[in-house]
């Protein structure tokens, strides 16, 4: 799979998981997968396969 542009070689991995791992909050995230936006409600049980692309946009306030 890829994350960001970056190779995991894994065949599944929890997006959960990940998320917490790398320490997104998930209120401040957008994911496309394999080209669709997913919806917030999708992520609790969402498992990313051996052949996803996926690309996580995290949003920072500022002024």
Same mark, same amino acid.
């Given at each position: 799979?890829?994350?960001?542009?970056? #190779?995991?070689?894994? /065949?599944?991995?929890?997006?959960?998981?990940?998320? /917490?791992?790398?320490?997104? /909050?998930?209120?401040? &995230? @957008?994911?496309?997968?394999?080209?669709? &936006? &997913?919806? #917030?409600?999708?992520?609790?049980?969402? &498992?990313? #396969?051996?052949?996803? /692309? @996926?690309?996580?946009?995290?949003?920072? !306030?500022? !002024?």
């Amino acid at each position: 799979m890829i994350i960001n542009g970056e #190779k995991l070689d894994l /065949k599944e991995l929890r997006l959960m998981d990940f998320l /917490k791992e790398k320490g997104y /909050k998930t209120e401040l &995230i @957008a994911l496309e997968l394999n080209g669709e &936006i &997913i919806p #917030k409600d999708r992520f609790e049980n969402l &498992i990313l #396969k051996e052949n996803d /692309k @996926a690309e996580i946009v995290s949003f920072v !306030g500022g !002024g």
